[in-house]
């Protein structure tokens, strides 16, 4: 059974910083596509970044990239989001995921939420004006 537990959410002022991890039990990270989506209240849920098993090639938003860091930790089979130089539009609720299928598929494919297959129950993170 696979279980992923965000941890790291919290409330910070504009232009500051948050470290989100996800450990995961139950499944070998390094061997699975790890992704970090959100969702606002009345948004759908959406991409911010994801790292390949493969070869640890990493993606992200538009809205995030440069200002986010997707990276894991092997030893401690667990998957981090730095966040830096947070916006109120940052705020919203953020998952871990894992892919529990090892393949090659495509940048826009891995954004999709439904090309997930586990999910963690979410931290909030609320960036104040």
């Known amino acids: 059974q696979v279980q992923l537990v965000e941890s790291g959410g919290g409330l910070v002022h504009t232009g500051g910083s948050l470290r989100l991890s996800c450990p995961a039990s139950?499944?070998?990270?390094?061997?699975?596509?790890m992704g970090w989506f959100r969702q606002a209240p009345g948004k759908a849920r959406e991409f911010v970044a994801r790292?390949?098993?493969?070869?640890?090639?990493?993606d992200y938003a538009d809205s995030v990239k440069g200002r986010f860091t997707i990276s894991r930790d092997n030893a401690k089979n667990t998957v981090f989001l730095q966040m830096n130089s947070l916006q109120p539009e940052d705020t919203a609720v953020y998952y871990c995921?894992?892919?529990?299928?090892?393949?090659?598929?495509?940048?826009?494919?891995?954004?999709?939420?439904?090309?997930?297959?586990?999910w963690g129950q979410g931290t909030q993170v609320t960036v104040s004006s």
């Open positions: 995921s894992l892919r529990s299928v090892r393949d090659y598929s495509s940048d826009s494919y891995l954004t999709a939420p439904t090309s997930y297959h586990h």
């Open positions: 139950g499944r070998t990270i390094s061997s699975y596509t």
């Open positions: 790292i390949r098993w493969s070869d640890t090639n990493t």
